[in-house]
C-alpha cells in the first residue's frame, strides 16, 4: 500500500485518487466503517465504552518534487512525489486499521485521512470532525531523519513552531529602459522591503531577548524572517520594471509574535508604497498555527512506547518545521510524535529522500497503542 501510494502521488486539494484508494484498501481489507467526505475520509472502529472517542491521524498530499531516486515504484506523476514520507503516514494509519479490525477498543477511535498539510489547509477543514462526533483526543506521528531508526521522539510543549507565507507586491509603471523617469520602477522600494525585513528580525529577536532577561527564562523564543523569493521587472533589458515583489516566510514560537512581525513589515511596506507612488498588494498563505502537545497526551505516548519496548529520546529543541495538526490541538488534548528514520537518513524534502518502510511497524503498533490504552 505504502509503495502504491508512493508511484501515485496527489498534490495538496488534488487528492481524490488517494481518497479512491485508500477507500478501496479499507472496505476491502477491514471490518471498519469508512466515510468518504469531500477530498478526505475518515474510518471508525467503535469502541466497547460510552467514553470521549479518541483520533488517530495521517496526512495524504505529495510535494511539486520531481522524482529523481530509481525506486520500482517510482512516482508515475511528473514533478511530484511523496518527498515528505505522507505516503508512509498513510500507509501506517491503514495498518492500524487492520490491526484495529479484530481488537476489541474501550473508546470509539476515528481514523483521520487528512489532505493538504503542505499548504497548511487540511486539518483546518477536518478538525471540525473533533467537535462533530465530540472527540477528546488526538494523535499523530511524523518519521523523522536525523534519529536512531524506530526510536520514538518526543517534545514536551511546544514541538513545532507557527509559520505563514507572506507575498508584498508593488505596482509601478513601465517605461523604455532608455527613458526610466517617464515609468515608475518599484526596484528601490523592494530592495527597502528586504533590507527592512532582516533589521526587523534582528530588532524582534532583541526584543524577544531582553523579555527572556526579565522572565529569568534559560532561552530565547525562536523568530525567523526568511527571503524566499525577489522579482522586479521582466529582466528584459530594454523595458524599465513596472512591478515588484518579494516573498517572505515568517515563523515564529507563538503566533502572536508572527502576527505582529507581519503587522510591522506590512506598516513599513503600505507607508513606503504611498510614499513612492506605488500600488501596494499584500497575500498571505501557507499559514500554519503553532503545534503544542498536551502533557496528559505525551505522558499516553511515552507509556505506549515504553510498553512496546520502543526506545524513547526528548527532543530538547523544536523541530523548525511547521505542521498544520496543531489546529486540532486547538480543539481537544493530544499530541504529535515522532519516529526516527535514522541518524544518517536523507533529509526530508530533498530528491534523495524515501520513506522508511522499516519504521512502518513502529508506527502501526504505537497507533493501535494508542487506540487500545486504558482510559
Not at 520531481?66 to 525506486?71: K, Q
Not at 511530484?80 to 492500524?96: E, I, R, Y
Not at 506521528?141 to 507575498?167: C, D, W
Not at 530528491?351 to 503498533?365: G, K, Q, S
Request: charged share 25%; aromatic share 8%.
Amino acid at each position: 500500500m505504502r509503495h502504491l501510494l508512493h508511484s501515485r502521488p496527489d498534490l495538496s486539494l488534488q487528492e481524490d485518487p488517494t481518497v479512491d484508494r485508500l477507500v478501496k484498501f479499507l472496505t476491502s481489507n477491514t471490518s471498519l466503517e469508512v466515510v468518504r467526505k469531500d477530498g478526505w475520509l475518515y474510518a471508525v472502529k467503535y469502541g466497547t465504552t460510552d467514553a470521549p472517542p479518541i483520533a488517530l491521524r495521517a496526512d495524504m498530499d505529495a510535494l511539486p518534487i520531481d522524482e529523481r531516486l530509481d525506486l520500482p515504484y517510482r512516482s508515475q506523476t511528473p514533478g511530484v512525489s511523496h518527498k515528505c514520507g505522507h505516503d508512509g503516514h498513510c500507509a501506517a494509519l491503514c495498518g492500524a486499521a487492520i490491526e484495529l479490525s479484530s481488537l476489541r477498543v474501550p473508546r470509539t477511535t476515528y481514523l483521520i485521512f487528512q489532505p493538504a498539510e503542505e499548504i497548511g489547509l487540511g486539518a483546518k477543514h477536518c478538525a471540525k470532525l473533533i467537535e462533530e462526533k465530540g472527540i477528546e483526543e488526538i494523535y499523530a506521528f511524523h518519521n523523522l531523519s536525523g534519529y536512531p531508526e524506530g526510536q520514538i521522539v518526543y517534545r514536551k510543549g511546544l514541538t513545532q513552531p507557527a509559520s505563514e507565507g507572506l507575498m508584498i507586491k508593488l505596482h509601478g509603471r513601465h517605461s523604455h529602459a532608455s527613458a526610466p523617469e517617464e515609468g515608475l520602477n518599484p526596484a528601490s522600494a523592494v530592495a527597502k522591503i528586504a533590507l527592512y525585513s532582516q533589521n526587523l528580525l534582528q530588532e524582534m529577536q532583541g526584543e524577544l531577548a531582553r523579555k527572556a532577561l526579565e522572565d529569568g527564562s534559560d532561552g530565547v523564543e525562536m523568530i525567523l524572517c526568511t527571503i524566499v523569493g525577489m522579482k522586479v521587472g521582466t529582466g528584459d533589458f530594454g523595458i524599465s520594471a513596472g512591478v515588484g515583489e518579494i516573498r517572505l516566510t515568517l515563523r515564529a514560537e507563538d503566533e502572536s509574535v508572527m502576527k505582529r512581525m507581519e503587522e510591522r513589515l506590512l506598516r513599513y511596506a503600505q507607508s513606503l508604497a504611498e510614499k513612492e507612488g506605488l500600488r501596494f498588494e499584500c497575500a498571505i498563505s501557507d499559514y500554519f498555527p503553532e503545534t503544542r502537545n498536551h502533557d496528559s497526551a505525551l505522558q499516553k505516548v511515552y507509556k505506549c512506547a515504553q510498553n512496546r519496548g520502543f526506545e524513547t529520546c526528548e527532543m530538547q529543541d523544536l523541530w523548525r518545521a511547521s505542521e498544520d495538526f496543531g489546529y486540532y490541538l486547538k480543539k481537544c488534548e493530544g499530541a504529535m510524535f515522532y519516529i526516527g528514520n535514522g541518524e544518517s537518513y536523507p533529509a526530508l524534502h530533498t530528491a534523495e529522500y524515501d520513506f522508511n518502510d522499516r519504521i512502518l511497524d513502529t508506527a502501526v503498533d504505537m497507533f493501535v497503542s494508542l487506540a487500545a490504552s486504558e482510559l
